[in-house]
């Protein structure tokens, strides 16, 4: 295990690593969820096992596993400072004052683009391509996708003119900001995740995203419109739903859930083995 900090006075925590056991061949980047970390985070994932009572570390030894911490921000709701990628007023209505949102994810986005370029140096030894070349799928559990109907409005309304540049019919206040997220992505996310190893044989980018029907705290119809959104996109969607997870249905089901992620993540490596 490791722990560093590349980005020398970023209000970015410490990244804490977990080294693969055997010959390096893959790496994932997970994010903590609100008011964690990434080292516990590590530490709570290493103690969900799966159906053989394995780690996700021990079942794919081949991994290295990267966890950044996202920086202490002042949240408007608990008028305090917490652990976020980004400021959410509310998890009932995550429409309410998205003003808030705006700065801390594009502070994130950045700052994850840059632990991609960096652990794609670590993984091939120098920089061949760019970093969307490298990027084999996304998963994601118990979460939830901010400006959802923005984001879809652009799916479904939007086309593009001669120039090149994105239009759509009904303009609203957080248009610009959609527009500016979209652009600094490498991958296409209006189509699929174009720009990646997959465009060139006809394929999308695979996704998985989990969510446990009894969450207490990001209820699942959150999930669920994050997964509609993203097969709007044109992504190729795995969507699972659970029950009885740990944390009030706010955590990885064990050990079906934990099952369904190792299987997934495994499909993606026989994939990427194509692809190269």
């Known amino acids: 295990m490791d722990q ?3 980005t020398g006075t970023s209000p970015f925590g410490f990244v804490h690593i977990i080294e693969p056991t055997s010959d390096h061949t893959h790496t994932a980047i997970l994010l903590h969820g609100r008011g964690s970390g990434g080292e516990d985070f590590a530490e709570e994932l290493a103690a969900t096992p799966t159906s053989d009572g394995k780690s996700i570390f021990e079942k794919l030894p081949n991994w290295r596993w990267v966890f950044p911490t996202s920086p202490e921000t ?43 370029e960096t652990e794609v140096k670590v993984l091939s ?19 939830w996708l901010p400006f959802a109907k923005s984001i879809r409005k652009f799916i479904t309304a939007t086309k593009e003119d001669d120039t090149g540049q994105l239009e759509i019919d009904e303009a609203d206040e957080y248009d610009e900001f959609i527009k500016l997220v ?15 190893p997959y465009e060139a044989q006809g394929k999308k980018l695979p996704v998985f995203l989990s969510h446990g029907r009894d969450d207490a705290y990001v ?30 249905g706010h955590w990885l089901q064990s050990p079906n859930q934990m099952d369904d ?7 993606l490596e026989q994939r990427i083995e194509q692809l190269i």
């Open 125 to 143: 030894g120098k920089r061949t391509a760019s970093s969307a070349a490298h990027i084999g799928g996304f998963l994601a559990a118990s979460t």
């Open 261 to 267: 992620i190792c299987n997934f993540i495994a499909t």
């Open 4 to 6: 560093d900090n590349t």
């Open 74 to 116: 002042w949240n408007a709701t608990f008028e305090g400072n917490l652990c976020s990628w980004f400021d959410a007023y509310s998890l009932t209505d995550v429409s309410a004052r998205q003003d808030l949102q705006t700065k801390g994810l594009l502070q994130s986005i950045e700052y994850v683009d840059h632990r991609v």
């Open 219 to 248: 209820d699942v119809s959150l999930g669920r419109e994050a997964r509609d959104v993203t097969i709007a996109a044109g992504f190729e969607v795995v969507w699972k739903e659970f029950e009885g997870a740990e944390q009030e």
């Open 182 to 196: 979209l652009g600094k992505s490498e991958i296409d996310l209006l189509h699929g995740g174009r720009s990646t």
